[in-house]
């Protein structure tokens, strides 16, 4: 029998401090004692499904019940949610193609640092520096705010005898799409850090535009010397932003039409975030602008799914957002 076969499975595996259920398997079933074997490629998680023989995807997927044969391949289930989940949270826009970093904690508490000229007048500009001078100097300390964490989630409202006989793939396809819920949820809350200092800096202040190339040109100089990179924009914000000229030549158009992916004339990555602020564009450095703060992972009633008490089940996410420099991001309000 192979060692993966012999793992004991159950609900206390879920609850390792600093650790997920994932994490702790594969500390039991390293993958890296599976190269060269037809194991290779899955990990530990992975293997499990196949000892219990669970198909969770394809024409041959499996049915809610067949996580629940034992005692042992139940403790599973909420391993497979929670992937769903993050699938769906991965498959579009993301909270991370904003941030510069990902800083994750196991508290509701989190304050982020923050790098400033320490001489009054400093513009953080590298000038020569006579010889016996002092070298201008940068100071880090921590922020007098607590970053902001806002839990977003859903609650399963089901029976397990509703669901046990369903498809699994079937059920993947609900599971990312309340994780895309998440992910678009995480976006929004950014974008406001960005825009209205909710992480306790000051607002942005918003310049007058149409939008055109030019309003881009004068964005580009004034976040200098941090990079434009990425353009963030709502819906009637984004209707405007494709009119633009630039946005109609050949390969921009050949672009969007093989890949979907938007592009601005700036080569800068173009991200629509619905419900954003309307007429309002915000233009970042987004190796330099936000700090994006995780307390866990994804958040997940365990007991509930082992046991089947699907009823009232609950899947979250808490996050924050700080921003790191102030002057990487930039905004234009091209409204009437």
Known sequence: MAYYENISLEKGMYTT??????????????????????????????????????????????????FFQSTQSAALFPEYVARAVKQGMESGTRAGDLAATVTRIDAMDYRSIVAEPETEGDTGELKIVAEGALLPS???????????????????????????????????????????????????????????GEDGNTP??????????GDFI??????????????VAGTAAMQKLLQVEEFKDAQAGMN???????????????????GMAADKIVVLDRGCALEMVQS??????????????????????????????????????CGA
């Not at 004068?218 to 353009?231: C, D, F, H, K, S």
């Open 17 to 66: 401090p600093g650790k997920s259920f994932s994490q702790v398997l594969e500390e039991l079933d390293s993958s890296e004692n599976y190269r060269g074997t037809p194991m290779e490629g899955l990990d530990a998680y992975q293997r499990q499904l196949k000892r219990f023989a669970i198909k969770v995807s394809g024409p041959e997927s499996g049915t809610v019940e067949s």
């Open 138 to 196: 940068t100071k880090i300390h921590t922020s007098a705010n607590l970053v902001r964490l806002q839990k977003h989630g859903r609650m399963l409202v089901s029976t397990y005898e509703a669901l046990r006989f369903q498809k699994l793939d079937l059920l993947t396809v609900t599971l990312r799409q309340i994780g895309a819920y998440m992910a678009g949820a995480q976006v929004k809350d950014a974008v406001e850090v960005l825009m209205n």
């Open 204 to 213: 942005l202040t918003f310049k007058k535009g149409t939008p055109n190339y």
């Open 218 to 231: 004068g964005l580009w100089g004034e976040l200098a010397p941090y990079e434009l990179n990425t353009v």
């Open 256 to 274: 969007f039409q093989g890949t979907g992916t938007l592009c601005t004339p700036l080569g800068a990555k173009l991200i629509h975030v619905p």
């Open 296 to 333: 866990g992972d994804i958040n997940l009633d365990c007991d509930k799914l082992i046991d089947r008490q699907l009823e009232r089940a609950g899947i979250s996410v808490i996050s924050g957002f700080a921003r790191i420099f102030k002057d990487a991001v930039s905004g234009l309000d």
